[in-house]
T-cell receptor
Framework: KAGVTQTPRYLIKTRGQQVTLSCSPISGHRSVSWYQQTPGQGLQFLFEYFSETQRNKGNFPGRFSGRQFSNSRSEMNVSTLELGDSALYLC??????????????FGPGTRLTVL | QKEVEQDPGPLSVPEGAIVSLNCTYSNSAFQYFMWYRQYSRKGPELLMYTYSSGNKEDGRFTAQVDKSSKYISLFIRDSQPSDSATYLCAMLNNAGGTSYGKLTFGQGTILTVHP
């Protein structure tokens, strides 16, 4: 079974631009969570989507948004980029069936650099 | 105070040693406890998944959860140079609402196993 894929793997943008990142979950997985990873803050939760609905959102400004499509693929968007948005953005998919809710599988991430 | 505390190390051990990695947490609502391994410039890889208290063994890896002490551990037996990576503990509160899909991570422990 193919794993979680993320595109693109690397991005370089300038301040003020916007960016869209894509995530394809493992086949059959319906939940997609997004995380931001930085050396200083570690892994921080951005939001979670299940069946095209955002069920949960972390403490990030409104410039961070996302969506999920009917095939469970997900995108996240960051508008008006700031230098501090430079990070590794990870998505993780899960089924989630009863008893396995915490079992999330991560993609390789998209490394975003904001200049 | 962070919800999940993990000693960042770094931890350096000789090949063949037993490695002990630990996390403490403050949120008694956490029910699912995971350990991830992350190699440099890669996404986290799920190693161990435990629900509630107890032990779980998988090959050279043993995960322990003590909910009464709010303490979890990962033991690696016969450590190998290929085990050199960052190890992240993660937890999930499955109460729904603001918990959906949200893993809370420790800062990660950098482990080096030298030949």
């Amino acid at each position: 079974k193919a794993g979680v894929t993320q595109t693109p793997r690397y991005l370089i943008k300038t301040r003020g631009q916007q960016v869209t990142l894509s995530c394809s979950p493992i086949s059959g997985h319906r939940s997609v969570s997004w995380y931001q990873q930085t050396p200083g803050q570690g892994l921080q939760f951005l939001f979670e989507y299940f069946s095209e609905t955002q069920r949960n959102k972390g403490n990030f400004p409104g410039r961070f948004s996302g969506r999920q499509f009917s095939n469970s693929r997900s995108e996240m968007n960051v508008s008006t980029l700031e230098l501090g948005d430079s990070a590794l953005y990870l998505c993780a998919s899960s089924l989630p069936t009863s008893g396995r809710e915490g079992e999330q599988f991560f993609g390789p991430g998209t490394r975003l650099t904001v200049l | 105070q962070k919800e999940v505390e993990q000693d960042p190390g770094p931890l350096s051990v000789p090949e063949g040693a037993i490695v002990s990695l630990n996390c403490t947490y403050s949120n008694s609502a956490f029910q699912y406890f995971m350990w991830y391994r992350q190699y440099s410039r890669k996404g986290p890889e799920l190693l161990m998944y435990t629900y509630s208290s107890g032990n779980k063994e998988d090959g050279r890896f043993t995960a322990q959860v003590d909910k009464s002490s709010k303490y979890i551990s990962l033991f690696i037996r016969d450590s190998q140079p290929s085990d050199s990576a960052t190890y992240l503990c993660a937890m999930l509160n499955n109460a729904g609402g603001t918990s959906y899909g949200k893993l809370t991570f420790g800062q990660g422990t950098i482990l080096t196993v030298h030949p």
